[in-house]
T-cell receptor
Framework: QQQVKQSPQSLIVQKGGISIINCAYENTAFDYFPWYQQFPGKGPALLIAIRPDVSEKKEGRFTISFNKSAKQFSLHIMDSQPGDSATYFCAASKGSGGYQKVTFGTGTKLQVIP | GVTQSPTHLIKTRGQQVTLRCSSQSGHNTVSWYQQALGQGPQFIFQYYREEENGRGNFPPRFSGLQFPNDSSELNVNALELDDSALYLC???????????FGSGTQLSVL
């Protein structure tokens, strides 16, 4: 059962362009939606995160848009740079239950070409 | 940061393996994830103050230990071919705090 669906699987963007990655979730109990960036040979690193009481969060060139009614959220990378080339994972978790289980999407491999 | 050892490991089906993790100093919580090739990480379990705090959909042959000195272990018994994956350790200050991942151990089961 895939609780977090992510698309596209891969993405090629020109330098300076906008990269957009979309995710959809099923479990309405999720209350925390992070995005992780993973470079080859490294573990995922938290990039930006949002809670469902906010519709948008921006940190530098990275913006999360959140649509609670549609159960969808997306990552926008403005002015994409070759150094942004990595695999991006959307994720979701719920804070209740005394422990954190993060459910990850299947990942989007982003390539930014000069 | 979070360090894991070894970086790569090759085992045979049916064997047992122990993977090690050193958490960020002062972090009380360690979580383990399995990342199959081309997939997102999947939650195995979480340990908080040396007790298992939560578990994902993994069989009992996956077990763990957390020690007071910021170190922890993931043990897998009776290895199966499908256990081949990148195993990630993540530490956090408390169970629901930000996760800091290590670079993982790549396990190959032949």
């Amino acid at each position: 059962q895939q609780q977090v669906k992510q698309s596209p699987q891969s993405l090629i963007v020109q330098k300076g362009g906008i990269s957009i990655i979309n995710c959809a979730y099923e479990n309405t109990a999720f209350d925390y939606f992070p995005w992780y960036q993973q470079f080859p040979g490294k573990g995922p690193a938290l990039l930006i995160a949002i809670r469902p009481d906010v519709s948008e969060k921006k940190e530098g060139r990275f913006t999360i848009s959140f649509n609670k009614s549609a159960k969808q959220f997306s990552l926008h990378i403005m002015d994409s740079q070759p150094g942004d080339s990595a695999t991006y994972f959307c994720a979701a978790s719920k804070g209740s239950g005394g422990y954190q289980k993060v459910t990850f999407g299947t990942g989007t491999k982003l390539q930014v070409i000069p | 940061g979070v360090t894991q050892s070894p970086t790569h490991l090759i085992k045979t089906r049916g064997q047992q393996v122990t993977l090690r993790c050193s958490s960020q100093s002062g972090h009380n919580t360690v979580s383990w994830y399995q990342q199959a090739l081309g997939q997102g990480p999947q939650f195995i379990f979480q340990y908080y103050r040396e007790e298992e705090n939560g578990r994902g959909n993994f069989p009992p042959r996956f077990s763990g230990l957390q020690f007071p000195n910021d170190s922890s272990e993931l043990n897998v018994n009776a290895l199966e071919l499908d256990d081949s994956a990148l195993y990630l350790c993540a530490s956090s200050l408390y169970p629901n705090e930000k996760l800091f991942f290590g670079s993982g151990t790549q396990l190959s089961v032949l």
